[in-house]
C-alpha cells in the first residue's frame, strides 16, 4: 500500500506531459493484455504457498506502478494488480480482495494529488462516492460469501475487454 500511496503522485505529474489519446492508447493496450490474461487464467492449486520473498518484492513493484497509474489515468490500478496477484499464486478470492484494499489507497491519493489543480463538481464527486462505497461493500460481500472464483474472473476479464475496446476506439478516432 505505501508504493501505491507514493506512486500516485508521480503519475499526477506525469499527466501533464503525455497527451490524452496517448495514455488512452497505452492504457487499453494494457487493459487488452490483462484481460487476456485474466480469462486465460486458473484457480491456484490450493495450499501451494506464496513465497514471502517474492510476494513482497512484487508487492512492492507493483504497488508503485498500480499507484503511478492510479495518480496518471484515474484508476485505482485493480486490473493490473488482480492478474499479477493470482499469477503469484494466490487465490481468486484472496487476490480480489489485496488488490480492492491497495486501489482504495492508491484511489485516494491519486485524489489528493490532483486536488490543488482539479476542477470538480462535489455534488457529483460526493453521490460517486458515496455510491461506490455502497457498492464496494455489496461487492465485496457477494464476492466473497456467494461468488465462484470463475465468475470473479469471467466478470473481471470481460469488462476489462469492454473497456479495453472502447479506450482503443476513443484513442484511434483522436488519431485519424
Not at 493490473?80 to 493470482?86: E, G, W, Y
Amino acid at each position: 500500500i505505501l508504493t501505491a500511496v507514493l506512486g500516485a503522485p508521480l503519475g499526477a505529474r506525469a499527466i501533464r506531459i503525455v497527451p490524452t489519446h496517448t495514455l488512452k492508447l497505452l492504457f487499453a493496450t494494457v487493459v487488452v493484455f490483462v484481460a487476456y490474461r485474466i480469462l486465460r487464467s486458473k484457480e491456484p492449486e490450493t495450499g501451494r504457498p506464496v513465497r514471502i520473498e517474492i510476494a513482497t518484492i512484487a508487492g512492492l513493484g507493483l504497488g508503485l506502478i498500480v499507484g503511478f497509474a492510479s495518480g496518471l489515468l484515474g484508476v485505482g490500478g485493480g486490473f493490473i494488480m488482480l492478474p499479477t496477484l493470482m499469477h503469484l499464486g494466490f487465490p481468486t478470492k484472496e487476490a480480489v480482495a489485496t488488490s480492492s484494499a491497495v486501489v482504495g489507497f492508491s484511489t485516494l491519493s491519486g485524489f489528493l494529488s490532483h486536488l490543488p489543480t482539479a476542477e470538480f463538481d462535489p455534488i457529483s464527486a460526493t453521490v460517486l462516492t458515496v455510491s461506490v462505497v455502497v457498492g464496494s461493500g455489496l461487492g465485496g460481500v457477494w464476492a466473497s460469501k456467494v461468488a465462484k472464483p470463475l465468475t470473479l474472473r469471467l466478470m473481471a476479464g470481460t469488462l476489462l475487454a469492454v473497456i479495453a475496446v472502447r479506450l482503443l476506439m476513443e484513442a484511434l478516432a483522436h488519431i485519424f
